[in-house]
């Protein structure tokens, strides 16, 4: 595989030229595209334990509420 091209500019003068990265530059940007994978799992792992914490929550409180209402039908009525 080739390494990926940098483009430099100077400001100054305006003049542009590309040129491959530098084995160290090239390290460096694989370095950076592996912690950026590695982030991205990390935020969609932590997104999908929340929204599993919240249907927990929510089919908690669809139990409790169940519940309350079977209790209240099986309370016999005083007389």
């Known amino acids: ?5 940098i483009k430099i500019v ?13 084995d160290e530059e090239f390290a460096q940007y694989e370095a950076d595209q592996a912690a950026e ?4 799992a990390e935020a969609e792992a932590t997104k ?6 919240k249907q927990q929550a929510f089919n ?14 099986q ?3 005083e007389e």
């Open 48 to 53: 999908a334990a929340e929204e599993a914490a």
């Open 60 to 73: 908690d409180a669809v139990s409790a509420a169940v519940a309350a209402a079977l209790a209240a039908q």
């Open 75 to 77: 309370t016999p009525v």
């Open 10 to 22: 100077n400001v100054t003068t305006k003049k542009e030229f590309e040129r491959e990265m530098t």
């Open 37 to 40: 994978v590695t982030r991205k």
């Open 1 to 5: 595989m080739s390494k990926p091209i």
